[in-house]
């Protein structure tokens, strides 16, 4: 029987109102279990009432109060954490070990958030002229939304909501149609932790509700993860009605491997990087470099290892690789490879055309290398977002770190050399806002801040980290100058010393 979800507004499931459902399907199956209500405007329109209502006591609840709260999500987080990794895979595909780490990351974010009391200390500076001082504080924003993706349903929102609701603002989530129930369990966990009804809210649904979202005057500031085209509409649209706007947009990650890089280990990363929750991930590695005569060596040894990856439903734990998340996405990510060799490129491993036994019907695909990539090639060009990667030849170390530059994308990129020279060149002069040294996924720890340059950001902040609380925060700055006691009216005597 196929289950039907609700919205959660107020602190309470809210059954949808509007009759239109999407459909959530298991990707090994390609079932639809599951049909998602797809909010209307008012539907939007009471959660970000709810979360206005409660903003009025919980931007002035004390952090001992905030903190108290979310240590007690975290520990439910963490006793919960194997039933939330089995929504993820139900709906998402993905392994469940990658479902488990999934929200291992999210954790990193939600301690983060539980000391939140150190990040939000303000400033003093006294005797700035005489009897005066001048001190800065932070203070929430009020309403904030978060509109997340489909690779990462747990993870993502958990970038945002744990820091949002740390700083005192309350938050709308708008998760992604495709996989929703993570989001709905882990709203239930923060219930239960004593999180007041209204901080926190889902409400689901499509281009209505996020356009809603991104117009609402109550809204004061709006995170969001996807694509670069929905990234730029985001941040256009959110500024435009003055709402403060982080918006991460999509990446094609280079790996640039140097002649005397350890060739096993770059080969072993390039495997993990690229082909690790079927490439459905913004930090993926889909494009490997090659500098000098390596090249064929490396992708013969990429190719060995590709070629021994189990593919197959994420809850078999003998599985290292999943299914796609829809049978349309899968026949995307199919096309690049199919259309490689036209477009110059060598198929070293054509993934097209798989399927597991007895899951026909699942969304599935095999793993695909792309050999002697030109840079013209849609396949080098367009974010795939999934388990296909492409290698490119280059003369020299200066042609690598051109080519990269080159693209409009700035997300993420690695180098793999044993020179530090080499190394340290590399990380000053490329231009992406996540570098990895001999590190193929540099995604930062939860107190450092996550977020690219060029087309894979939209505005000023990253996500978590110092970047995340200036986001969710607004600064003020106080000057006060009080008269000394002792110049008090005639006859008020506190005892204090005439100094002058």
């Avoid at 399907?25 to 639809?32: L, R």
């Avoid at 991104?214 to 435009?240: E, M, N, Q, W, Y």
């Avoid at 994308?409 to 020179?419: E, M």
Wanted: with cysteine; glycine share 12%; charged share 20%.
């Amino acid at each position: 029987m196929t289950k039907i979800l609700n919205h959660w507004i107020g602190g309470k499931s809210v059954e949808g109102a509007s009759g239109t459902y999407g459909p959530v399907t298991d990707p090994a199956t390609g079932a639809v279990t599951t049909k998602v209500p797809f909010a209307t405007v008012d539907e939007v329109d009471a959660a970000v009432a709810a979360a206005k209502g409660a903003y009025a006591s919980w931007g002035t609840t004390s952090l001992a109060r905030r903190s108290t709260i979310l240590f007690k999500f975290r520990a439910l987080l963490d006793a919960n954490r194997d039933a939330i990794a089995e929504l993820i895979t139900a709906e998402h595909g993905k392994v469940h070990s990658d479902a488990l780490g999934e929200v291992a990351r999210g954790l990193e974010i939600v301690d983060l958030a539980c000391g939140i009391t150190v990040q939000l200390k303000g400033e003093l500076s006294t005797e700035v002229a005489s009897r005066v001082d001048v001190s800065s504080i932070r203070q929430p924003l009020g309403v904030v939304a978060g509109i997340t993706p489909f690779n990462f349903p747990a993870m993502v929102p958990m970038w945002m909501f744990p820091m949002a609701i740390a700083c005192g603002n309350t938050f709308v989530l708008k998760p992604s149609e495709k996989d929703p129930s993570a989001s709905l369990k882990i709203a239930e966990l923060l219930a239960e932790a004593g999180l007041p009804d209204g901080v926190f809210n889902i409400v689901h649904g499509d281009k209505v509700a996020v356009d809603r979202l991104l117009d609402h005057p109550d809204v004061k500031a709006v995170s969001f993860v996807g694509s670069t085209p929905i990234a730029r509409h985001i941040h256009t649209t959110a500024s435009a009605n003055h709402k403060r706007v982080q918006a991460l947009g999509g990446a094609k990650n280079h790996m640039l491997v140097l002649p005397d890089a350890d060739l096993d280990a770059a080969a072993d990363a390039a495997v993990s990087a690229a082909y690790g929750s079927a490439g459905e991930r913004c930090m993926a590695i889909s494009a490997v470099v090659a500098v000098g005569a390596i090249g064929d060596e490396l992708v013969q040894k990429i190719r060995e290892r590709a070629e021994k990856i189990k593919i197959g439903p994420g809850n078999d734990p003998t599985s290292e690789m999943g299914p796609l998340i829809t049978a349309v996405h899968r026949d995307k990510v199919a096309s690049y490879v199919t259309g490689a060799a036209a477009e110059g490129a060598e198929v070293v491993l054509d993934g097209t055309g798989y399927t597991v036994d007895g899951f026909e019907d699942g969304h599935w695909i095999g793993i695909s290398l792309l050999d002697k990539v030109p840079t013209t090639a849609k396949a080098y060009q367009e974010e795939i977002f999934g388990p296909v990667l492409c290698v490119l030849r280059v003369e020299s170390y200066d042609d690598g770190v051109a080519l990269i530059n080159s693209s409009p994308f700035g997300n993420g990129t690695a180098i793999f050399t044993r020179d530090g020279g080499a190394a340290r060149r590399f990380q000053l002069e490329i231009e992406a806002g996540m570098v990895g040294v001999n590190v193929p996924i540099p995604v930062p720890v939860g107190y450092h801040s996550f977020g690219g340059w060029k087309d894979s950001l939209f505005g000023d902040h990253h996500v978590y980290g110092n970047d995340g609380t200036h986001f969710y925060t607004r600064g003020k700055v106080v000057t006060t100058r009080w008269p000394d006691p002792a110049d008090g009216p005639g006859g008020v005597d506190l005892g204090f010393p005439r100094n002058h």
